[in-house]
């Protein structure tokens, strides 16, 4: 497998034998991805000295406080399993458009019709001043992105963090390979 990452983009295509695919990370921001894992590990250790104490009381009301312990737990845990090991994968199967949303190796796929696939355009959301030292929404079923098209007659979006330079460039190479989806 050949890879070779675009000059100044944060996306690489990927060539094996005949087939390319164009892989975009995860959004990442190191400021992020230190407090998160700094706060994780807090929040664990009290969370687990909180509940030992709880379970000693043993009162049915004192379990509304762990439950939103453990449901903030599981958020940042994959928010930061997102940031580290979160990429999507965009390919073609014949005339079809695969896009896979990867995480901790474990992956969700997505097979658009080729010949559905429409108007593919570019609208970067806005971020605020300073958001780049906060992390990108972790989105599995593809909400938000860079990159949208229309699919079936409905929104589909791609490539979250992209800036409008990188997100053109991933619109061109899926016009390229889709010439009907101007």
């Known amino acids: 497998m050949r ?25 990442q921001s190191d400021i992020a991805t230190m407090f998160l894992s700094l706060w994780f590990f ?7 000295s909180a509940i030992s ?8 009301s004192d379990l509304v406080w ?3 312990w453990a449901v903030a737990w599981c958020a940042i845990a994959l928010l ?27 992956a969700r796929r997505r097979l658009y019709a080729g010949g559905e696939v429409e108007r593919i355009s ?8 300073g958001s780049a ?6 989105d599995l079923r593809g909400n938000s992105g860079s990159v949208h098209f229309i699919y079936r007659g409905r929104s589909e979006c791609l490539a979250y963090g992209m800036n409008k330079h990188e997100a053109n460039a991933i619109a061109d190479w899926l016009r390229n390979r889709l010439p009907h989806a101007q």
């Open 3 to 27: 890879s070779g990452s675009i000059h100044g983009m944060r996306f690489s295509i990927e060539a094996d034998g005949e087939a390319e695919r164009l892989v975009v990370p995860a959004d």
């Open 42 to 48: 807090g929040w664990t250790l009290a969370g687990f």
């Open 53 to 60: 104490r709880l379970a000693q009381v043993n009162v049915l």
């Open 66 to 68: 762990p439950i939103g």
């Open 80 to 106: 930061l399993a997102w940031m580290l090991t979160g990429r999507e994968i965009l390919r073609f199967i014949g005339d079809d458009l695969e896009v896979t949303r990867e995480i901790l190796g474990r």
């Open 122 to 129: 570019v609208r970067v959301p806005f971020r605020f001043p």
């Open 133 to 138: 030292f906060f992390p990108s929404p972790i």
